[in-house]
């Protein structure tokens, strides 16, 4: 009967090894292997697992899923704490992707009996469920603790033909599309049974969208030269060091550039290991240092103001020092602070212990003004946050330079995975980014994602680099936040609506017709 729920597309028997083979196979989409069309069997076979399931079937199935892929993506956090930092984290994002395949299979559940026709089945429903696959991403990518937005769909194509779509609806938005052409796809295959060429079309006009649609344009506005210094120093948290051992790598890292013409010259997050507004010393030799390079500076250190500490990006030049700081506005949770210490002390003391830095998030723009140019900035993981990217092209930014210490994950596809985020940005703003690490890997990216120069990972190295400067918005920066907020919320309340109407169909059956009503 047209109100009897869906039934599961497969028993949960096979469901539940499919989603985690799912899982595991998304895994492959990212760097570094990066096969980025596996994200497509392994999106659908984690909706053929949930279509139809029941509330609790569908947590268990949205948890292997979510075990499987987070446990192996994020791999590189059992790097320098072990594994108790990873087990939790991957434990989390897993309970969070379980609690948000329910929505998903009620829709499955609810929207076909609520518009039954091709319109609902082929379209409505698609777009419901991958709106709420989004806005799992966001949820993920906001909390506990201000979130971490690893491992988005949108990211897994950054090097694949549908990534230039992101420059029109941003990460969130390609996301979508991807997750929406993925259920299309299911639901063809399902209700059409003599595979008509009518009901692919919608499937088949979003795929051509994707394949089409060009990066939209933004303008040129010349070139600023830029000396990058890559020093392989000693920067990860527990590597053996004596005093200013990171600095005086990037120092010796960075003297081929002397006599060199440049615009600017970019040290990495960490490159700088003692306070240069604190200690006379290395104020001094970063002095020195721009004087011999003839241009200012753009470093990173741990600055100190009162009695709170930042993780701060310093635009240095001889004559007057820091002439603009940003402080990284989002520390990285039980890394660069211990949220509710008091809390979770008790519970791995020796663990938590060893976190003793406390860094406090920056307010200030992401955006350096160098001699008229427009520079954005951010600070490592700040790269994977949307707001930090969109308010620096919002303001202003003509080219992106990100400054990141990966030193805490050698020998792992960290470095990898960030530099995707980075390569998206570029994509998505049509900026230029010059990425660079304090190991590697390090690289230039061009407005469209290209790679223009390159630093190796594990070597000590420069790049000096032409690099093209771009003005103009593109509707990713300009209504990305509204993307974000329609998909998700909208996918919420369009959820909750059919949840509605069908409460009122069941009402309307169950209530008898009244007396004397009959001819």
């Known amino acids: 009967m047209l109100d009897d729920p869906p039934r599961p597309i497969v028993p949960l028997a096979i469901a539940a090894p499919l989603s985690t083979a799912a899982g595991l196979l998304l895994v492959t989409a990212y760097p570094a292997v990066a096969w980025w069309p596996m994200a497509f069997p392994a999106v659908a076979m984690a909706l053929i697992a949930l279509a139809g399931r029941r509330v609790w079937s569908a947590a268990l199935v949205g948890f292997l899923f979510g075990a499987a892929f987070f446990s192996v993506n ?4 059992a790097r320098y704490l072990g594994p108790i930092p990873w087990i939790a984290l991957s434990a989390l994002e897993a309970l969070l992707t379980a609690v948000f395949a329910v929505p998903i299979a009620l829709a499955y559940r ?12 082929l379209v409505l429903l698609p777009a419901l469920v991958a709106g709420l696959w989004t806005l799992r991403e966001q949820i993920v990518g906001s909390w506990p603790y201000g979130g971490f937005p690893w491992g988005r769909i949108g990211v897994s194509q950054v090097t694949g033909p549908f990534a230039e779509v992101a420059s029109w609806v941003g990460m969130s938005g390609l996301s979508f599309l991807v997750v929406l052409f993925c259920a299309m796809a299911i639901e063809y295959v399902r209700r059409t049974r003599a595979r008509r060429v009518l009901p692919a079309v919608p499937a088949a006009a979003l795929l051509a969208a994707l394949l089409v649609l060009p990066q939209f344009p933004t303008g040129e506005a010349g070139t600023i030269r830029v000396g990058a210094v890559q020093g392989n120093g000693p920067a990860g948290y527990f590597d053996p060091r004596g005093p200013n051992a990171v600095l005086n790598a990037q120092l010796a890292a960075s003297a081929p550039l002397f006599g060199e013409e440049m615009d600017v010259l970019l040290w990495p997050e960490g490159g700088v290991d003692s306070d240069p507004t604190a200690y006379p010393a290395t104020a001094a030799t970063l002095n020195q240092l721009s004087r011999r390079v003839d241009a200012p500076l753009l470093v990173a250190a741990v600055t100190e103001r009162g009695s709170q500490l930042y993780n701060s990006a310093l635009l240095w030049t001889a004559e007057g020092g820091p002439q603009q700081t940003y402080d990284k506005r989002h520390p990285v949770p039980f890394g660069e602070y211990v949220p509710d210490r008091a809390f979770w002390e008790p519970l791995a003391p020796d663990l938590i212990g060893l976190i003793g830095r406390e860094y406090t998030p920056g307010t200030a723009s992401p955006v350096f003004d160098l001699e008229g140019v427009g520079i954005g900035v951010a600070i490592c993981f700040d790269v994977i946050y949307d707001d930090v ?10 080219v992106f330079m990100f400054q990141t210490n990966n030193a805490d994950f050698r020998g792992t596809d960290e470095n990898l995975q960030q530099l995707a985020f980075a ?7 049509g900026r230029a980014v010059v990425n660079l690490s304090t190991v590697g890997t390090s690289q230039v990216i061009a407005p469209d994602g290209a790679t223009l120069d390159e630093l190796p990972v594990d070597v000590a190295g420069h790049m000096l680099t032409d690099v093209p400067l771009r003005t103009g ?3 990713a920066v300009v209504i990305g936040p509204a993307v974000k907020i329609i998909l998700g919320w909208g996918s919420i309340a369009g959820l909750a609506a059919a949840g509605v109407l069908l409460g009122l169909r069941r009402r309307t059956k169950k209530t008898p017709a009244p007396e004397g009503t009959g001819v």
């Open 74 to 77: 994020l791999l590189f956090t």
């Open 110 to 121: 609810w929207m076909p009996r609520i518009v039954p026709g091709r319109l609902g089945r």
């Open 389 to 398: 990217v969109w308010d620096g092209a919002a303001q202003g930014a003509e």
């Open 423 to 429: 390569r998206m940005r570029a994509i998505e703003t």
């Open 473 to 475: 918005l593109t509707p």
